[in-house]
């Protein structure tokens, strides 16, 4: 992803709203997906789009622990 860690919270939060943007396009894709789509191959693109959102929230929520410490 090449997101390198942020040194102030203005980066922390600079990036955690980035992360929601991206969350929001994948979501619609997701919705798009699952309209389009149908079958056991379909399934596996709406798997990686899920994975995708997962991993997306798992990196907001380490930038929220690490706001605190931050300058």
Do not use: C, D, V, W
Request: glycine residues 6%; proline residues 6%; aromatic residues 2%.
């Amino acid at each position: 992803m090449g997101m390198s860690s942020p040194t102030t919270k203005a980066e922390a939060r600079e990036k955690i709203a980035k992360l929601q943007g991206e969350i929001a396009r994948e979501k619609a894709s997701l919705a798009h997906h699952k309209a389009s789509f149908k079958g056991p191959s379909a399934e596996y693109g709406r798997s990686q789009i899920r994975r995708s959102i997962a991993n997306k929230k798992a990196k907001i929520a380490e930038l929220r622990a690490k706001i605190p410490s931050l300058p």
